[in-house]
């Protein structure tokens, strides 16, 4: 973040308020946006299946998850949503 270890130590221990862009950084040091920074990353069933519809690539998959095993498909489903949970890096 480029900051102080101390400020981040306020900031967590709630003895400092974090700017937008101190926010900004942290998220991206932490590959998570800033509004799941804020809410803790707690996300509703709803947001994240709506997100997950919206992804081309899981799209082109529903027809096809129907014929997986329960096993196959909780483990396609868990690498789904580890990635919804890590944003992509950008180039």
């Known amino acids: ?3 102080p270890r101390t400020y981040v130590s306020k900031i967590e221990n709630e003895k400092a308020t974090p700017t937008l862009s101190s926010l900004e950084r942290l998220a991206r040091a932490l590959e998570v946006t800033v509004p799941d920074l804020l809410n803790g990353g707690e996300r509703t069933r709803q947001e994240e299946i709506r997100e997950l519809i919206e992804d081309n690539f899981i799209a082109e998959m529903l027809p096809f998850l129907s014929k997986l095993s329960a096993m196959q498909l909780n483990s396609v489903l868990a690498q789904v949503r580890d990635l919804t949970l890590r944003p ?3 180039s």
């Open 88 to 90: 992509r890096r950008s």
């Open 1 to 3: 973040m480029n900051v």
